[in-house]
C-alpha cells in the first residue's frame, strides 16, 4: 500500500472533502480521488462516503483512519531518521499571525526555505484562530496569552507590550491614571477580553469597553494613531509610532504583564524534525535580534 494513498485518505478524512484534501497536500483533486479509488480497491471496502458537501467517513474509514495516520506518522519519523543530518524533505504547512508574521516570523522561513532546498514551506498568515488538526497544519505561530487547550505549546520567546494613545486623545479625553479609570475611556479591542495589568506582584484585570474593534494588530495602532482611543498592543508593533511621538505609553505604573510567542503543533508523542527546526530558528531569531521584537529598548 502506497505511503502517498495513506496520507490521502488522512488528508480527505480530516478535511472533510476531497477538494479540501487537495488544497491541503497541493494536489489536484483528480490526484486525490485516484489514491482514494486505489486504497478502497485495494481494502476492498468503501471508506469514504462521497455527499454534496464533502465526503462522510464511513464506519470502516473511521476504524481505518487512526490506523492510517499511525503508519503515516511512523513512516514519516523512519525517513527523518534515515536522511543526511540536518536535510529536511516534504512539505511543511503553517499557521501564523497576520499583525506581524510577515515582517517578524517571515525571514525566518525564507532561511529555512533557503537552508532546506529539498522542503516545501506553505504558511497561511490570518489573525483568526486556526484550528490545526481540522485544517491539516504542522503547527502554527501564537502571540499572547495561552488558554488551556490539547495542543502542545514550546515559548519561543517573551512579547511585551504596553498601553497607548495619541497626544490629540489625551488632549481631548484626558489619561488614565490607574486601571478602574480604563473604564470611561475608549477602548481599541480585537473583541471582548480582558486586558491584565501589574500592581506591584499583584494582577488586575480590566474589562475595557469601546466601539472600534478589529482583529488585526496593526490596524488597531492606526486606530490609535487616528486618536479614536486607548490600546493595548505589543512593543514591536507600537516602537516607531512612540518613537515618533505619534502615540503615547499611558499608565505606566501598572504595565501588562508580559507575553509569549509560542509555536503550537497538535499533540503526539515526538514533534516531526522539521517542526523542531523551525522552533529552534525562531527561538534563535528572538536571542539574535531582541531589538526586531520590542525586547531592551
Not at 488551556?148 to 497626544?167: E, M, T
Not at 471582548?192 to 475595557?208: L, N, R, S
Not at 509569549?260 to 524534525?273: E, N, S, T
Amino acid at each position: 500500500m502506497d505511503i502517498e494513498d495513506l496520507q490521502t485518505f488522512v488528508a480527505v478524512a480530516d478535511a472533510g472533502g476531497v477538494s479540501a484534501a487537495g488544497r491541503r497536500l497541493g494536489v489536484s483533486k483528480s490526484i486525490v480521488s485516484r489514491r482514494l479509488f486505489r486504497i478502497e480497491a485495494e481494502l476492498g471496502v468503501q471508506l469514504l462516503a462521497r455527499t454534496t458537501r464533502g465526503a462522510a467517513l464511513t464506519e470502516a474509514g473511521i476504524t481505518f483512519r487512526d490506523y492510517a495516520a499511525r503508519a503515516s506518522a511512523e513512516i514519516d519519523t523512519a525517513r527523518e531518521t534515515i536522511l543526511p543530518t540536518g536535510d529536511l524533505r516534504g512539505r511543511l504547512r503553517v499557521a501564523m499571525p497576520l499583525s506581524f508574521g510577515p515582517t517578524h516570523f517571515a525571514p525566518v522561513l525564507a532561511e529555512m526555505a533557503h537552508q532546506h532546498p529539498q522542503l516545501q514551506i506553505h504558511t497561511s498568515y490570518s489573525d483568526r484562530f486556526v484550528d490545526l488538526i481540522a485544517e491539516g497544519f504542522d503547527c502554527a505561530i501564537r502571540v499572547g496569552y495561552l488558554q488551556d487547550s490539547n495542543l502542545i505549546a514550546k515559548r519561543i520567546g517573551p512579547i511585551y507590550g504596553k498601553l497607548v494613545a495619541s497626544p490629540d486623545y489625551i488632549k481631548t479625553r484626558g489619561s488614565p491614571q490607574t486601571p478602574d479609570e480604563l473604564v470611561t475611556h475608549q477602548a481599541l479591542m480585537q473583541g471582548t477580553e480582558a486586558w491584565q495589568f501589574m500592581d506591584g506582584d499583584k494582577i488586575v484585570t480590566v474589562q475595557p469597553q469601546g466601539r472600534f474593534k478589529a482583529d488585526n494588530a496593526t490596524a488597531l495602532a492606526a486606530a490609535a494613531v487616528a486618536g479614536l482611543g486607548i490600546a493595548w498592543l505589543p512593543d514591536c508593533i507600537t516602537y516607531d509610532y512612540v518613537t515618533s511621538g505619534a502615540l503615547v505609553p499611558i499608565m505606566t505604573r501598572y504595565p501588562p504583564p508580559s507575553a509569549g510567542a509560542y509555536v503550537i503543533r497538535p499533540p503526539g508523542q515526538h514533534p516531526a524534525r522539521k517542526v523542531r527546526v523551525l522552533t529552534e530558528m525562531l527561538i534563535k531569531s528572538f536571542e539574535l535580534n531582541p531589538h526586531l521584537w520590542g525586547l531592551g529598548r
